[in-house]
């Protein structure tokens, strides 16, 4: 192999390492990994906060989101939003929220999400946040929501809105 050649391989080489996201904040509970886990700064005063995350079951059975507490939060709870005659409505999944084997669930802004109520204190962005997950076989699992900034539309967003921006390549100055 040449001087080249081995500049290019690793050069290569670390592109795909730089690439490669490490997800380090994943956690792993039976078939269940847990990812993504993050929540949105709360302006003073606040007293719900949402928390998302994505649950992703490898297994061949089904599992089920049964309840969600953390100490931060007087309540907590696992909420669907769903239109209702035309109108968007969030509520309580008493019954849970079912992870078919083999499939990934989001817990998102505008869907299925946690509900942190009675908050005790505001979520800051760069914080922790733990909550515990309690699954009908995967047991109870412990997980952290980094907080993003308040207007965070996905993790790793900050407070940003992400807007695409116009393109003006082709304009002639």
């Known amino acids: 192999m040449n001087k080249l050649s ?13 690439a490669t996201p490490v997800r380090a904040d994943d956690v792993k509970a039976g078939d ?10 709360t302006p003073g005063g606040a007293k719900v906060a949402g928390g998302f995350l994505t649950i992703e ?11 969600v507490s953390a100490e931060i939060a007087g309540k907590a709870e696992v909420h669907e939003m ?12 008493d019954k849970g929220l079912v992870i078919e084997p083999g499939k990934t669930v989001k817990l998102a802004p505008g869907g299925n999400h ?21 699954f009908e076989k995967a ?12 207007g ?4 790793g967003s900050g407070g940003m809105m992400m807007k695409k921006m116009p393109d003006h390549s082709g304009m002639k100055m």
């Open 139 to 150: 047991g109870k699992v412990s997980v952290s929501l980094d907080v993003q900034g308040v």
């Open 114 to 134: 946690l509900m942190l109520q009675d908050l005790k204190s505001p979520f800051k962005e760069g914080e922790k946040v733990p909550v515990t997950l309690e």
């Open 152 to 155: 965070a539309q996905a993790p």
């Open 32 to 41: 269940l990994v847990i990812s993504q886990a993050w929540s949105r700064a």
């Open 6 to 18: 081995t500049l290019f391989a690793l050069a290569a080489l670390s592109a795909v390492a730089v």
């Open 82 to 93: 769903a239109m209702d005659n035309g109108v968007m409505k969030m509520r309580p999944l």
């Open 57 to 67: 079951n490898k297994g061949t059975a089904p599992d089920k989101l049964v309840a």
